[in-house]
């Protein structure tokens, strides 16, 4: 819990600042493009401005996701951070959309621009993106959260990268048509890195098993457990980025609690050393109940039926 605590401080702070010098460049940035006429330029401000938006949501989601369970938080606050996620990787999708179509409309009807300004400005949200990708790498987080705000950076990095390389291109051939070509590519790029982010937060907001799990897998090690009779209406789901939950009836012989401990102790530490749920909640039977034999059912519309059972035994 400590490492944790430590980890989830030094996101915090590395967020912070990020956010600072990211807003700080976005001004400079739209300044600068409005004065050099560039479009690329005051393109990058609005998606290094989306990148402000990333951080500011991703250092709000750590600071939920420090705070403790409460009475009507029960789970805690985990799901801050995939929403966060979620909601930054759509964002990174529609402005990508946008890009794509701002780069047609530049194809069609080339704008000339000043490219010296246009390099060294990008040149310089190069190594801001690049320090702060270096930042939020080095704090060790995995949180999915996390990984958000770094895709974001790396998106904005690889477009300041093609704008570099667009700039120094118009200087030596004159061609304007090569930036809009370069962003079309860079988008496309953006969008199949979000779509990672999009599909994980997406099984986690919608509860579905943990990236790497396998339900027939977990069944059968649960059943070869010693003791272990039969298992039944299990559930596995994700409660945040890096935390599971699981939930099962376990049938077992009918002897006393001061035996079964023995079998609970070894589902758990098989539950959580060999697939990484430390969350668990197992119902002991003696004898088949009402689901045994149809497995993890869940009525639609008669959810009540489901929970009425779990106590009969």
Same mark, same amino acid.
């Given at each position: 819990?400590?490492?944790?605590?430590?980890?989830?401080?030094?996101?915090?702070?590395?967020?912070?600042?990020?956010? @600072?010098?990211?807003?700080?460049?976005?001004?400079?940035?739209?300044?600068?493009?409005?004065?050099?006429? &560039?479009?690329?330029?005051?393109?990058?401000?609005?998606?290094?401005?989306?990148?402000?938006?990333?951080?500011?949501?991703?250092?709000?989601?750590?600071?939920?996701?420090?705070?403790?369970?409460d009475?009507?938080?029960t789970?805690?606050?985990?799901?801050a951070?995939?929403?966060?996620?979620? @909601?930054?990787?759509l964002?990174?999708?529609?402005?990508?959309?946008?890009?794509?179509?701002e780069?047609w409309i530049?194809?069609?009807?080339?704008?000339?621009?000043?490219?010296?300004?246009?390099?060294?400005?990008?040149a310089?949200?190069?190594?801001?993106?690049?320090?702060?990708?270096?930042?939020?790498?080095?704090?060790?987080e995995?949180?999915?959260?996390?990984?958000?705000a770094?895709?974001?950076?790396?998106?904005?990095?690889?477009?300041?990268?093609?704008?570099?390389?667009?700039?120094?291109?118009?200087?030596?051939?004159? &061609?304007?048509r090569?930036?809009?070509?370069?962003?079309?590519?860079?988008?496309?790029?953006?969008?199949?890195?979000?779509?990672?982010?999009?599909?994980?937060?997406?099984?986690?907001l919608?509860?579905?098993?943990?990236?790497?799990?396998?339900?027939?897998?977990?069944?059968?090690?649960?059943?070869?457990?010693?003791?272990?009779?039969?298992?039944?209406?299990?559930?596995?789901?994700?409660?945040?980025?890096?935390?599971?939950?699981?939930?099962?009836?376990?049938?077992i012989?009918?002897?006393?609690p001061s035996?079964?401990?023995?079998?609970?102790?070894?589902?758990?530490?098989?539950?959580?050393?060999?697939?990484?749920?430390?969350?668990?909640?197992?119902?002991?039977?003696?004898?088949?109940?009402?689901?045994?034999?149809?497995?993890? @059912?869940i009525?639609?519309?008669?959810?009540?039926?489901?929970?009425?059972?779990?106590?009969?035994?």
């Amino acid at each position: 819990m400590h490492s944790h605590h430590h980890g989830t401080a030094s996101s915090g702070r590395v967020l912070v600042w990020s956010l @600072v010098a990211t807003s700080a460049f976005v001004v400079f940035e739209l300044i600068s493009g409005i004065r050099a006429h &560039s479009l690329a330029l005051i393109s990058d401000a609005g998606h290094n401005a989306t990148d402000a938006l990333a951080l500011l949501l991703a250092w709000f989601a750590v600071f939920l996701q420090g705070k403790p369970a409460d009475e009507s938080r029960t789970f805690g606050y985990h799901r801050a951070g995939v929403l966060a996620a979620f @909601v930054n990787a759509l964002t990174l999708v529609v402005l990508s959309v946008w890009l794509l179509y701002e780069s047609w409309i530049r194809l069609l009807h080339p704008a000339a621009v000043d490219e010296i300004t246009m390099m060294w400005v990008a040149a310089g949200a190069i190594v801001m993106n690049g320090g702060i990708m270096l930042g939020l790498h080095r704090t060790g987080e995995k949180d999915i959260n996390i990984r958000g705000a770094f895709v974001h950076m790396l998106g904005d990095l690889l477009g300041s990268a093609a704008i570099v390389a667009g700039a120094l291109i118009i200087r030596a051939t004159g &061609s304007m048509r090569v930036d809009p070509i370069l962003s079309i590519g860079i988008s496309m790029l953006v969008v199949w890195t979000a779509w990672d982010i999009i599909r994980e937060s997406l099984n986690i907001l919608l509860e579905g098993l943990p990236r790497g799990l396998d339900l027939k897998e977990v069944t059968e090690a649960i059943c070869c457990v010693d003791g272990v009779l039969d298992v039944h209406d299990l559930h596995i789901w994700c409660l945040g980025s890096s935390s599971s939950a699981l939930s099962c009836h376990v049938l077992i012989d009918d002897m006393p609690p001061s035996v079964s401990d023995g079998i609970l102790h070894d589902l758990n530490h098989l539950l959580g050393d060999r697939f990484h749920v430390h969350h668990t909640t197992v119902q002991f039977e003696h004898r088949g109940c009402a689901i045994s034999g149809t497995g993890c @059912v869940i009525p639609v519309d008669g959810a009540h039926h489901h929970h009425d059972h779990q106590h009969d035994h």
